[in-house]
């Protein structure tokens, strides 16, 4: 990796980086509770420490949390995190369910990545995209460039990687001199493949961005404003993509009942100040 970036921060957002955070248990994932603000300053806490390892920085959904319920060892993915945010209705509800707690801000990775090249542009900061097709990550690689010119695009490469592939891969990352590794490989096998490699990265953030690649180049499209702020927008991608219709009709139905199930029998419980 390159040497320190030119990285500081306001003094405020300093502070919000020090400043203590609610850790919710949600289905035995330990879910930070933060504003996007405080989000991005403990992100740029990370990015600061050193010496430099890896952190695998994660965001949970209704979904992902259902998987992590039949996948006890992805469950342990999750708990091995450093930071686990929350992101969409379901896991407000449950927080609120479970805990009495109202979640501070929907953080999700689709706001929060943006919001990252924004803040931190113009300090030499290098991102490295892995994950889709050979096709559409060189087209997500071509919109970063144009959307954050403030960025330096280290590297890219596709997803499909075969048994013998990923240690290279991890070879051109860590020589790409990398701040910020973007992993797009959908959940659970961008948690997994950030945490099977975590000790062999040197790239200080490492975020599973699920279909955030699919945004970059057009695939996906955002719900309106509104809609995101009514907590509906699942139901929008469920009309765009009716092949997941199972994972929203089943899957978010199961997600409350597991969640009933946790608040009766206190299984869950905050996990540090």
């Not at 965001?59 to 469950?75: M, S």
Request: hydrophobic letters at 40%; glycine letters at 10%.
């Amino acid at each position: 990796m390159s040497g320190r970036p030119d990285c500081a921060l306001p003094a405020q957002a300093t502070a919000l980086a020090t400043a203590p955070s609610d850790t919710w248990s949600v289905l035995g994932v330990p879910v930070t509770d933060v504003t996007m603000e405080h989000a991005l300053s403990l992100l740029h806490g990370l990015l600061q420490q050193q010496p430099i390892r890896a952190h695998g920085i994660y965001f949970v959904n209704a979904h992902t949390l259902n998987t992590a319920c039949d996948e006890p060892d992805y469950r342990e993915v999750l708990q091995a995190a450093d930071r686990v945010f929350g992101d969409g209705t379901g896991v407000r509800w449950a927080a609120r369910l479970i805990h009495g707690a109202k979640l501070k801000d929907n953080v999700n990775g689709t706001d929060l990545v943006p919001l990252m090249f924004s803040r931190w542009a113009d300090r030499g900061l290098r991102y490295y995209l892995l994950g889709n097709t050979p096709e559409r990550i060189e087209q997500a690689a071509a919109y970063a460039q144009r959307a954050f010119p403030g960025w330096t695009l280290a590297g890219c490469h596709h997803g499909y990687l075969g048994p013998d592939d990923h240690a290279g891969v991890v070879e051109k990352i860590n020589a790409s001199g990398a701040h910020l590794l973007l992993v797009g490989m959908g959940n659970p096998k961008q948690e997994r493949w950030i945490h099977n490699h975590r000790a062999q990265l040197k790239v200080p953030l490492c975020l599973a961005t699920g279909g955030l690649f699919d945004y970059w180049v057009g695939d996906l499209v955002r719900a309106p404003l509104w809609v995101r702020r009514l907590g509906f927008e699942w139901l929008s991608l469920l009309i765009r993509q009716p092949h997941k219709a199972r994972r929203y009709l089943i899957g978010n139905p199961l997600f409350l009942l597991r969640v009933a199930r946790s608040r009766l029998s206190g299984q869950d419980k905050k996990t540090r100040p």
